[in-house]
């Protein structure tokens, strides 16, 4: 069964800084790799997807994703932060007709 | 935006209540979602649809039940509320069958059981 960790349950960090958020699955298949972005009281909205090609894949509001298919990972990254990207952040794998989610990581920023 | 309502956005109820869910979508996709969202848990799947009266379970399905007469309708019964269903529920479409294709949400339910 496909499964997706996200090791970081909270990340705090201070505006502008950049920051890093980790995510790594388990296949020995090809998957489709997503994430996604959840605003308080809202539901998912994808910030960006990784189907094929260039490892570097850029998404909205200036998040980029690298994948790493040798060490099966799927890391988000800003390089510099704004209080409204404040929000919790999910890892998804795309597998048949399912996705399988990560924990989640909450992304604080902090004045 | 991907036409998709959730109602009602908020419920009460108490244990051992039927409680029924909906998912109204506007864009005729065949693949449909239903998920709960529990702090630690991210979003695991309860049931999906993959056309009209075709359904099949997800991982925590144990006490849901869905149905999907229409294509835009999909619904999540719980038949005998219990405390540990309060969570909140999403709803999810899936614009194509293949694996590539994202998935879209609803703004969620809040459902509390007392």
């Known amino acids: 069964a496909q499964s997706v960790t996200q090791l970081d349950s909270q990340v705090p960090v201070f505006e502008e800084a950049p920051v890093e958020l980790r995510c790594n699955y388990s296949?020995?298949?090809?998957?489709?790799l997503f994430w996604y972005v959840q605003y308080p009281n809202q539901g998912l909205q994808l910030l960006l997807k990784y189907l094929s090609g260039s490892t570097l894949v850029k998404g909205i509001n200036g998040f980029e994703a690298e994948f790493n298919k040798s060490q099966t990972s799927f890391h988000l990254r800003k390089p510099s932060v704004h209080i409204s990207d404040t929000a919790e952040y999910f890892c998804?794998?795309?597998?048949?007709?399912?996705?399988?989610f990560g924990p989640g990581t909450r992304l604080s920023v902090l004045p | 935006d991907a036409g998709i309502t959730q109602s009602p956005r908020h419920k009460v109820t108490e244990t051992g209540t039927p409680v029924t869910l909906r998912c109204h979508q506007t864009?005729?996709?065949?693949?449909m979602y239903w998920y709960r969202q529990d702090p630690g848990h991210g979003l695991r799947l309860i049931h999906y649809?993959?056309?009209?009266?075709?359904?099949d379970k997800g991982e925590v399905s144990d006490g849901y039940s869905v149905s999907r007469s229409k294509t835009e309708d999909f619904l999540l019964t719980l038949e005998s509320a219990t405390s540990s269903q309060t969570s909140v529920y999403f709803c999810?479409?899936?614009?194509?069958?293949?694996?590539?294709?994202?998935?879209?949400f609803g703004p969620g339910t809040r459902l509390t059981v007392l």
């Open positions: 999810a479409i899936r614009e194509g069958i293949s694996s590539y294709n994202e998935q879209f």
């Open positions: 998804a794998v795309s597998y048949g007709q399912n996705f399988v």
């Open positions: 649809s993959y056309g009209v009266k075709d359904t």
């Open positions: 864009e005729n996709h065949r693949y």
């Open positions: 296949s020995s298949v090809s998957v489709y």
